[in-house]
């Protein structure tokens, strides 16, 4: 008697095999099979997949370096070692480009609590670096990181735009999840001569922690007493 279907197709799984580094010039990088000679990935690592990639595109490779051989062997580890090289490469540029962006907008957080002209921080850097590292044997490396941050007015303008908008995406998030928001009100005169209506808000949250904000800023152009 047939046991009843279950209606669940098994999903087959393929893995990797290591003999496919000197049958096909094929290695893993990174969770992706990767062809060494051209960098090509494969969908699925699959002998037949790897096995088409390699005799359609690199059938030169069965004649000039022929499997079983020392050479053969010596081809691949140079092309492995140079897609290691290249990987390498490629990530330190990714996380050399990630820190330069941090410390950007680190230098314009400072500009802003220092109310100093945007373009302040670029100029600064770079004088700074010429003089202090002058005896660094890797003082051309550092400048080059320096450089590579990028600190134009424009440039500090729109780190300034995103830091606010990040405050303020917090202060939304924290008002929503609060429980108790009272309002501080205080008034203040600037230079012109206009006073200005400062809203504090302070929350309580669930943990019992709480927390003071600006809240915004109100200009009053009209009388602010009777």
């Known amino acids: 008697m047939n046991k009843p279907s279950t209606g669940r197709k ?4 393929y893995h990797y095999h290591s ?3 000197e049958d096909y010039f094929f290695t893993m990088m990174k969770d992706k099979c990767v062809c060494s000679i051209c ?3 494969v969908d699925l690592p699959k002998k037949a997949n790897v096995e088409r990639h390699f005799l359609t595109v690199h059938k030169n490779y069965e004649e000039d370096y022929p499997r079983g051989t020392a050479l053969r062997k010596a081809k691949m580890q140079q092309l492995k070692a140079q897609l290691t090289a290249q990987q390498s490469s490629f990530f330190k540029y990714n996380t050399n480009s990630k820190t330069a962006t941090i410390a950007s907008f680190k230098v314009a957080d400072t500009l802003i609590k220092h109310n100093k002209p945007f373009q302040d921080g670029e100029e600064a850097f770079i004088k700074a670096g010429e003089v202090l590292l002058q005896d660094f044997k ?13 600190l134009s007015r424009n440039t500090v303008m729109h780190r300034t735009e995103g830091i606010s908008q990040n405050l303020e995406d917090i202060l939304h998030e924290n008002i929503n999840k609060c429980i108790v928001l009272p309002l501080q009100f205080d008034e203040s005169t600037d230079y012109i001569g206009t006073a200005q209506l400062y809203v ?5 949250f669930d943990d019992m922690p709480a927390t003071e904000e600006l809240l915004t800023i109100i200009s009053m152009h009209e009388r602010t007493r009777r």
Do not use: C, G, L
């Open 138 to 150: 890797n003082k051309s490396e550092i400048m080059a990181s320096i450089q590579n941050m990028s």
């Open 19 to 21: 003999e496919w580094e």
């Open 200 to 204: 504090f808000i302070r929350m309580v």
């Open 10 to 13: 098994k999903i087959k799984t």
């Open 39 to 41: 960098n090509a990935t």
